[in-house]
C-alpha cells in the first residue's frame, strides 16, 4: 500500500498542529461558534446528538493493521469501545471530547492518518472498490489513481471552499461496487480507441433529496490528463455551481440545470485552456506510484474446493462470505459487520485488534472496508480460509449474509445524528428478527437493503433493490419504502411503492414485497430484475391489500 | 486611522481608499467597482491616479481581463466563509491572464483562510485587528504542498507536482 514520504508527513503533522491551535482558539474564547464551526467541519469533527463526532479518512477504504490497531485504540482510550465504517470507508467515532480531537489526530498522524476534508464543502475521501487488485476481470487496479487524486485533492488551494461537499469514486472492473453513478464525479479505467487504458469520466450523480445517475462527460480521457480534467470540473462547478440555496448547490443540480451538452462544453472549453498548464502526470510519477501497489507475495498455490465435505454453516459462510481471487489458490474473505443485534457497520476495539492480527496472520497485513459497510480481507490462502472461518466465528464476524437481505447498508440515525427522523439501526433490528432463517435469506438470493434515517441519504436508500427512508410524521417515526433502485454499473433510482409505514409494520411490508418476487420470479432473477420486469403494480398491490395485523 | 493591511508578508498602512469611502486627496490611490469603472471608464481614466478594481464574486475575471493594464490593484470580495470563487477569480487573474500587480482579498477574510489565498495568488489581505498580528505565522501553517502553484513572495521548502517524488 502507499506510504507516506516526507511531504505527506510534514502536511499530516502541521495539519494536526492547525487544528490544535484552532482548538485552543475556540475554548478560549476566540473563535466564535460559527467561525469554529466552518473549520472543524473541514475536518471531519460534527457536533452530534449526544456528543462530536469525528470522521477520520480511510483513503479507497485501505487499512494496514497498524492502522486498524490505532483506530481500536482510539476507540478505547477517546470513544466507548467501538467505531463505524460508513458508505464511505470511513470510521467514525461517535463519542470523542472536543478536547480530546487534537490529541486523536496526533495519534492517527503516527500511523499515517488524518481527518482532513472528511466532512465540510471541499473534496471528500476518495472511495474504489473493496475488491480492487484482486478481482478476476479487472482492467487496471485503481487504488494508484485514488492516491494521485487524494493528493491532488489534500488542501487544494482553490477548491476548498466549493458549493458544497465532492465525492469521488474511481473503479477499474466491469461491476461497480463503489457506486460511482451516484457520486459528484466518477472516474472509470477503461481502453481507449488505441488500447491504452485511461479514464471515463462521469459527472452529477448524487442522493440526497434529489437523487441522479451520473451521466459521461467524457468517453476517453489519456491518463496524463486525470487531474487537469478534474481541475477543470471543479472550476466551472466551483464557478457556476449554486450558492444561494443548499440543497441546490450539488454539482448534480447545475449539470441538470445547464443540461450535459452546455456542462460537457464548459468544462472542455475550461480543460482545454488547463490542459498543458495545469497539473499533469508524467509516466515516471506513474510508475511510482504505481509501485505502491505492487502485488503482495503470493506463494504459487493450486485451487482448491476448501468447503468440500466441510459443515453447512461453513460451506454457507464460504459460498456469502468469500469471493474470487485472481490469482490462483486465494480467496477474498469478508468480514460481515452486520450480525443480528449490532448497528450495521459497527466493530468494536477488540474486533478490530482480533482483524488486525487476522489481517497479519491471513492476509499480508492489510484490511479493507467496503462500501456496505463490511470488512474484506483480500489475500486469503483459500486452504487457511477454514481456520480463519473459526476464528471469526467465534469473534460474531462470521454472519454469513453477505448480500443478501440482512446485510443491510444503514445510516447511524435518531440513535447518533442530529439530522436523522428515525432510528435506522432499530429498523435493522426488527429487520434481523423477522428474517432470520437463512434457508430463506438464500432462496432470495442478492438483494440490497439500504437505509436512511432522513432525505440526506447516507444510507444510500435510493439505490437499495429495496430502500427504506425514515419520514417525520408529527414526531412520530414512519418509513417510505422503495423498490428497484440499483447501485452497481446498471444503477437506477428506486420507486416508492406507496404511502410510507409506521415502524413496527416495516419487516411484514418487506415480507409482502418478497412474497411478491418469490411468486412471480423466473428461474435465476434476482429481485432486482423482477420488479424491473413487473414495475410496482403488483408489488404495491400486495403490500397495500390488506392491513397488517397489529 | 489608515486601514492595516497584510501585504507581502508585512503589515502595512493601507494608501488604497475604495471610491465609496469619504473623500480625502483627489490624486490618492482609488478603489472602483466594477460597475462604476464600467459606467464611467473615461472618467476614472482621466482621473490620473492609480487605480484599483473591486471585484464581485460573480464577476467573471475573463470580462474584466482586457482592462486590467489600468489596475495596479484587484480586489476580490469574500462574502461569507462558504463562498469561495475568489480562490477561482485569483488563480485565474495570476495563471491565465498574467495579473503582476497586488491582488488583495476583502470581506470575510480570517488568518485560516490565508494559505489557501496565499496559494492562489493573493498577496494582500484585509483582517480585523485581532487576525492581523497572528496572520503572518498563519501564512506558514504549512511549509509543504501537493499542488503546484504560482503564488507570489511564499516559497516552500517542499513542494512537488503529482503525484510525490519519495
Given at each position: 500500500?502507499?506510504?507516506?514520504?516526507?511531504?505527506?508527513?510534514t502536511l499530516v503533522n502541521e495539519r494536526v498542529a492547525q487544528f490544535r491551535d484552532q482548538t485552543r482558539r475556540f475554548l478560549a474564547g476566540d473563535l466564535s461558534e460559527d467561525e469554529f464551526r466552518h473549520l472543524r467541519l473541514r475536518n471531519g469533527l460534527y457536533i452530534q446528538r449526544h456528543a462530536p463526532m469525528l470522521r477520520v479518512s480511510i483513503p479507497y477504504g485501505l487499512l494496514s493493521s497498524t492502522q486498524l490497531r490505532a483506530l481500536a485504540q482510539i476507540a478505547r482510550r477517546y470513544d466507548r469501545g467501538y467505531g463505524h465504517f460508513t458508505t464511505r470507508q470511513n470510521i467514525q467515532y461517535n463519542w470523542p471530547k472536543l478536547e480530546a480531537v487534537p490529541d486523536i489526530l496526533a495519534e492517527l498522524a503516527e500511523v499515517e492518518m488524518h481527518a482532513i476534508q472528511t466532512s465540510g464543502n471541499c473534496i471528500?475521501?476518495?472511495?474504489?472498490?473493496?475488491?480492487?487488485?484482486?478481482?478476476?476481470?479487472?482492467?487496471?487496479?485503481?487504488?494508484?489513481w485514488c492516491e494521485i487524486i487524494r493528493q491532488w485533492a489534500t488542501f487544494h488551494p482553490e477548491f476548498s471552499y466549493l458549493p458544497r461537499k465532492f465525492k469521488i469514486a474511481v473503479t477499474g472492473a466491469p461491476q461497480d461496487r463503489a457506486a460511482s453513478?451516484?457520486?459528484?464525479?466518477?472516474?472509470?479505467?477503461?481502453?481507449?480507441?488505441?488500447?491504452?487504458?485511461?479514464?471515463?469520466?462521469?459527472?452529477?450523480?448524487?442522493?440526497?433529496?434529489t437523487p441522479i445517475i451520473g451521466q459521461v462527460v467524457r468517453e476517453f480521457l489519456p491518463r496524463q490528463?486525470?487531474?487537469?480534467?478534474?481541475?477543470?470540473?471543479?472550476?466551472?462547478?466551483?464557478?457556476?455551481?449554486?450558492?444561494?440555496?443548499?440543497?441546490?448547490?450539488?454539482?448534480?443540480?447545475?449539470?441538470?440545470?445547464?443540461?450535459?451538452?452546455?456542462?460537457?462544453?464548459?468544462?472542455?472549453?475550461?480543460?482545454?485552456?488547463?490542459r498543458d498548464g495545469g497539473p499533469s502526470i508524467d509516466d515516471a510519477q506513474v510508475a511510482r506510484m504505481l509501485g505502491s501497489f505492487n502485488p503482495p507475495a503470493y506463494r504459487t498455490l493450486a485451487d482448491s474446493k476448501p468447503d468440500a465435505g466441510k459443515s453447512t454453516a461453513f460451506r454457507a459462510w464460504y459460498r456469502y462470505n468469500t469471493a474470487p481471487h485472481k490469482v490462483a489458490g486465494y480467496r477474498a474473505v469478508y468480514v460481515s459487520l452486520k450480525k443480528p443485534g449490532v448497528a450495521p457497520g459497527d466493530a468494536t476495539d477488540t474486533q478490530m485488534e482480533l482483524l488486525a492480527d487476522l489481517a497479519d496472520r491471513y492476509s499480508f497485513g492489510e484490511i479493507r472496508v467496503?462500501?456496505?459497510?463490511?470488512?474484506?480481507?483480500?489475500?486469503?490462502?483459500?486452504?487457511?480460509?477454514?481456520?480463519?472461518?473459526?476464528?471469526?466465528?467465534?469473534?460474531?464476524?462470521?454472519?454469513?449474509n453477505i448480500g443478501t437481505l440482512t446485510d443491510i447498508i444503514c445510516c447511524p440515525g435518531l440513535d447518533f445524528c442530529s439530522l436523522a427522523n428515525a432510528g435506522s439501526i432499530d429498523v435493522a433490528r426488527l429487520i434481523n428478527e423477522r428474517f432470520d432463517d437463512y434457508d430463506y435469506l438464500y432462496d432470495?438470493?442478492?438483494?440490497?437493503?439500504?437505509?436512511?434515517?432522513?432525505?440526506?441519504?447516507?444510507?444510500?436508500?435510493?439505490?437499495?433493490?429495496?430502500?427504506?427512508?425514515?419520514?417525520?410524521?408529527?414526531?412520530?417515526?414512519?418509513?417510505?419504502?422503495?423498490?428497484?433502485?440499483?447501485?452497481?454499473?446498471?444503477?437506477?433510482?428506486?420507486?416508492?411503492?406507496?404511502?410510507?409505514?409506521?415502524?413496527?409494520?416495516?419487516?411484514?411490508t418487506i415480507a409482502r414485497l418478497l412474497e411478491v418476487y418469490v411468486e412471480q420470479r423466473q428461474p435465476e432473477e434476482r429481485f432486482l430484475d423482477t420488479v424491473r420486469r413487473l414495475g410496482v403494480k403488483p408489488f404495491k398491490e400486495r403490500v397495500y391489500a390488506a392491513p397488517v395485523a397489529a | 486611522m489608515p486601514r492595516r493591511l497584510l501585504r507581502d508578508r508585512q503589515i502595512v498602512a493601507d494608501e488604497w481608499r475604495y471610491a465609496s469611502e469619504a473623500a480625502g486627496?483627489?490624486?490618492?490611490?482609488?478603489?472602483?467597482?466594477?460597475?462604476?469603472?464600467?459606467?464611467?471608464?473615461?472618467?476614472?481614466?482621466?482621473r490620473g491616479s492609480r487605480l484599483g478594481l473591486a471585484i464581485a464574486p460573480a464577476h467573471k475575471v475573463e470580462s474584466i481581463a482586457q482592462d486590467l493594464q489600468f489596475f495596479e490593484l484587484v480586489a476580490a470580495e469574500f462574502p461569507g466563509p462558504a463562498d469561495g470563487r475568489g480562490y477561482t477569480q485569483g488563480r485565474l487573474l495570476r495563471e491565465r491572464f498574467d495579473y503582476k500587480g497586488e491582488l488583495r482579498a476583502t470581506g470575510y477574510v480570517h488568518r485560516d483562510q490565508l494559505f489557501f489565498l496565499a496559494r492562489c495568488g493573493f498577496n494582500s489581505f484585509e483582517l480585523s485587528d485581532a487576525d492581523i498580528e497572528d496572520a503572518h505565522a498563519a501564512l506558514l501553517t504549512f511549509s509543504a504542498a501537493y499542488q503546484p502553484s504560482n503564488d507570489m513572495g511564499l516559497s516552500f521548502k517542499l513542494r512537488r507536482e503529482m503525484p510525490a517524488s519519495a
Open positions: 500500500m502507499y506510504r507516506y514520504d516526507l511531504t505527506d508527513k471528500r475521501n476518495i472511495t474504489s472498490d473493496h475488491l480492487a487488485g484482486i478481482t478476476p476481470n479487472e482492467l487496471a487496479d485503481p487504488r494508484p453513478l451516484v457520486h459528484d464525479v466518477g472516474v472509470h479505467i477503461v481502453r481507449g480507441p488505441e488500447g491504452d487504458l485511461g479514464f471515463e469520466i462521469l459527472a452529477g450523480g448524487g442522493l440526497g433529496r490528463h486525470l487531474l487537469s480534467y478534474l481541475e477543470a470540473v471543479l472550476r466551472v462547478y466551483n464557478t457556476e455551481g449554486r450558492r444561494d440555496n443548499l440543497t441546490k448547490a450539488r454539482i448534480k443540480i447545475l449539470v441538470r440545470s445547464l443540461g450535459l451538452e452546455e456542462f460537457k462544453r464548459r468544462v472542455e472549453a475550461e480543460w482545454e485552456l488547463l467496503t462500501h456496505t459497510q463490511n470488512l474484506l480481507l483480500a489475500d486469503v490462502e483459500q486452504e487457511s480460509t477454514h481456520e480463519l472461518w473459526q476464528i471469526l466465528e467465534k469473534a460474531g464476524l462470521a454472519t454469513p432470495l438470493g442478492e438483494l440490497e437493503v439500504k437505509m436512511s434515517g432522513c432525505m440526506n441519504a447516507c444510507g444510500h436508500h435510493h439505490v437499495g433493490h429495496i430502500g427504506i427512508l425514515g419520514v417525520d410524521k408529527s414526531g412520530e417515526e414512519w418509513y417510505q419504502i422503495t423498490i428497484g433502485g440499483a447501485a452497481g454499473a446498471d444503477a437506477s433510482l428506486g420507486m416508492v411503492i406507496g404511502p410510507s409505514v409506521p415502524k413496527s409494520e416495516v419487516p411484514e | 486627496d483627489a490624486l490618492a490611490p482609488l478603489i472602483v467597482t466594477v460597475d462604476a469603472w464600467r459606467a464611467e471608464r473615461d472618467r476614472w481614466i482621466a
